[in-house]
């Protein structure tokens, strides 16, 4: 067979492979890596014999290089700066203080557990300080953990990636060159992040330039141009200094994605693309060089080295870079034990082991074995039990409470009141001054502004509640403001009242904005009834035996607009009535009733417009027929 063909068939291979990981990793909402270190053991030498990664020569280390640079731009992509403002003090500590307990923490346990030599622990530390966007982004995905702690674990994946590989290769330098001095070595380190940044931030705007104005090129050209600058940047930044180029295409992804481009969405798509194949390949050839006998060969006390950087160095980093955050200890908890390694771990532990084996140092394939045994346990551990120990720590994002209320109303008040009462933080937003003395006499805090500026919602604290509702009387605006809150913020609930239009409704199912209680809505006529006490507040309880009547009935009543469902209570969790919501049995329904009796009548019965409503089981809608809702005449159903 000849050499090309065997190097084409090596190839070909591991692109099928790891598609197929990918494939089923989906199917099975696993994280892929597992799946792909698991293929690439399988089809390696110590496994089938079918991929042989050796035979690329140093062809193996252009692709590692190069892949590695689209995955870490693409990563940079990911990164909002504005989210990062919100968890900027923990981040910061995270990459450089969380950085040093790593570095020191892993080398103490790597040799005095582990029995490696000081130089060989300290390499080792210095290459596991990361944990890697192309294991976490998909993890947070799948079970779309809180905003803030997401934003942490990405924000740390991201740009604690080059800071570990470039500190990992001023460490292997240090060792090569018998040059002990730490001044050196942090000048080295500094040196490195400078040049790589400044080329990053330059190669960033220039990138973003190209979007906005090279108007005559096609959406695909653009693509291609924007990854032929990428290589050539990183190119340029490992020429000038070695290992610059990693905090180059982070740098110039994080530019790019903050400078407003347009049709970013598609740069976006075509980049995410370039970044599973990448990982697909990466992790397959690298998987493939293991040897497994170099793994068991490490013994006990390497496993011991692992758990201690997983249990004991992991969460001190974490207790000490967050101590004065706002995070609770649920969601500290879940960052001290998600912190998987990734693709830059195995392949600067890959390129490090034949460097130290060129230059007549021992321990390079025991080195890369720890590495592996650390990528593997930490993915396999954390990466398949994240998503249960989210939903028991109740940190996923359906379990984020709070609301935050545009539009200061008497409907608007009434809903703030249930949440209130449930001990959440609800924040309202209005222009007018004259509502704001009903909201703080409910303790209610009331921001005097325009919801329009994301500043103001920054300050409601969006970032972090539950919901988002936009209920003014301009359904227009609530549309436009829903919309904007889903896109820079995106809470888990996004509702508004506004027209029922198929173009909107199609757009809002595309932003993930629900229409608010039922379609049509007339906010301003129930908000007069409110005022004049024209209403009763009730509440129902779906059950098993009763669901098809009970739901029918209620169902006739917003038909005939008597009613409007308010809140649906499901599993102890209280949130806003969307228009499209599917009940079930066991739901509680609150709900307001409209009270067709006289106002005259209500204040000789001895209610008045302060009047707190109570929250009571109607007979009106409990006890009432479809017959008899059918005879309703025209005068008890309010206008719209």
């Not at 001895?606 to 059918?630: F, N, Y």
Request: net charge negative.
């Amino acid at each position: 067979m000849e050499a090309s063909f065997e190097i084409t068939l090596q190839m070909v291979i591991t692109v099928l492979a790891g598609i197929s990981a990918q494939v089923v990793a989906a199917y099975l909402r696993v994280p892929s890596i597992v799946l792909l270190l698991l293929l690439g053991i399988l089809l390696g030498s110590d496994g089938m014999g079918l991929l042989h990664p050796h035979l690329l020569g140093t062809g193996l280390e252009v692709i590692v290089s190069l892949a590695t640079a689209i995955i870490l731009f693409e990563g940079g992509l990911n990164l909002d700066l504005r989210e990062l403002g919100r968890v900027s003090l923990s981040l910061q500590l995270l990459v450089t203080l969380g950085t040093l307990i790593t570095l020191l923490g892993g080398s103490m346990a790597a040799h005095w557990l582990g029995e490696f030599p000081w130089n060989i622990a300290f390499l080792y530390a210095s290459i596991v300080v990361v944990t890697g966007p192309t294991v976490i982004s998909p993890l947070l995905k799948q079970i779309s953990v809180d905003r803030q702690v997401a934003t942490l674990l990405e924000g740390e994946g991201v740009l604690i990636d080059p800071v570990g590989a470039i500190l990992a290769f001023v460490v292997l330098d240090t060792i090569l060159n018998g040059d002990a001095d730490p001044i050196n070595a942090i000048i080295g380190l500094l040196l490195r992040l400078g040049i790589g940044g400044a080329i990053g931030g330059a190669g960033g705007y220039l990138m973003s330039l190209i979007f906005k104005r090279a108007n005559f090129l096609s959406i695909e050209l653009k693509n291609l141009v924007v990854l032929a600058v990428l290589w050539s940047l990183f190119a340029l930044a490992q020429t000038i200094r070695s290992e610059a180029g990693v905090m180059t295409t982070v740098v110039a992804g994080a530019v790019f994605a903050n400078s407003s481009v347009p049709e970013e969405r598609l740069l976006r798509n075509f980049k995410g693309q370039l970044t599973i194949l990448s990982v697909s390949v990466l992790f397959i050839l690298l998987a493939a060089d293991l040897s497994i006998a170099s793994v068991f060969a490490l013994g006990w006390g390497s496993l011991f080295t692992v758990l201690v950087l997983m249990f004991v160095v992991r969460p001190i980093n974490i207790l000490l870079c967050t101590w004065n955050s706002d995070l609770n200890w649920r969601q500290k908890l879940f960052l001290s034990w998600v912190a998987p390694r990734g693709i830059v771990a195995a392949s600067v532990a890959s390129l490090f082991a034949i460097l130290l084996t060129q230059h007549g140092f021992n321990g390079g394939d025991a080195i890369k074995a720890l590495v592996f045994l650390t990528i593997i346990m930490t993915v396999v551990c954390q990466g398949l039990t994240a998503g249960w120990i989210a939903q028991c720590l109740k940190i996923t994002s359906k379990d984020a409470t709070g609301a935050v209320i545009v539009g200061c109303n008497p409907l608007s008040l009434l809903i703030a009141r249930f949440f209130q009462e449930r001990g959440e933080n609800v924040v309202m937003i209005d222009t007018d001054p004259d509502c704001f003395e009903q909201a703080e006499a409910q303790n209610l805090r009331v921001i005097a502004s325009s919801a329009l500026n994301a500043d103001v919602l920054e300050e409601a604290g969006l970032a972090s509640v539950g919901t988002f509702l936009a209920m003014t009387k301009n359904g227009e605006v609530n549309f436009v403001l829903a919309q904007r809150a889903a896109e820079e913020f995106n809470p888990p609930r996004v509702l508004a009242v506004f027209p029922r239009d198929p173009q909107a409704t199609s757009s809002a199912n595309e932003n993930k904005v629900n229409q608010a209680f039922i379609p049509d809505l007339a906010i301003k006529t129930w908000n007069e009834y409110l005022s004049d006490g024209r209403v009763k507040l009730g509440t129902t309880t779906l059950v098993e035996s009763e669901f098809s009547n009970q739901s029918d009935r209620i169902q006739e009543m917003i038909r005939t607009k008597v009613l409007i469902p308010l809140l649906l209570e499901r599993e102890e969790r209280l949130q806003v009535m969307p228009a499209n919501q599917e009940w079930e049995a066991g739901d509680r329904i609150i709900y307001l009733l409209y009270d067709p009796r006289p106002k005259l009548l209500k204040r000789l019965s001895g209610a008045t417009q302060s009047t707190r409503l109570s929250l009571e089981k109607l007979p009106e809608v409990e006890e009432v027929t479809l017959a008899q809702l059918s005879q309703l005449s025209t005068s008890e159903v309010p206008g719209g």
